[in-house]
């Protein structure tokens, strides 16, 4: 089923050449969406509560999150989303280069809803990010906006 109004999607990326692969893999979609992008964690926050240049930007229905992040890394936000009521259910995926497995079990630990390395062919990059579009905007039933 395609959406009839776009599909707001918060990446949380500090590397351009990643921003370019997931715009290029939503791009692809049959999906509308409208990606934000935010290149660290503190501004990641301050979209999320509107502060700042971010006032009058749309809540996202998913949140693309890198763990290598300037500033304010992506443990620490998944950690501030997690403990605040409005944001906690926003779905969360760790979109990573990490395979230490301190990452994933931390990840998880912290209320991530998947964590997803990020391949290193960037055919297979854009798949991965299909992939996730596909399954939480077509097979997910999400929660619905409460803030």
Known sequence: M??????????????PGDVELVRQGLTR??????????QDGVEAMDFLHHRGDFEDVPRPALILLDI????????????????????RPIPVVILTTSDHERDILKA???????????PLNATE???????????????????????
């Open 2 to 15: 395609i959406a009839a109004s776009p599909i707001d999607i918060l990446l949380v990326e500090d590397s």
């Open 29 to 38: 979609s049959r999906l509308l969406n409208s990606l934000h992008v935010v």
């Open 68 to 87: 290598n992040l300037p500033r304010k890394n992506g443990h620490e936000v998944l950690r501030e989303l997690r403990s605040d009521e409005h944001l």
């Open 108 to 118: 998880y630990e912290e209320h991530a809803n998947a964590y997803v390395q990020k």
């Open 125 to 147: 990059f854009i798949d991965a990010v299909r992939g996730i579009e596909g399954f939480w905007f077509s097979l997910v039933r999400l929660p619905p906006e409460t803030a």
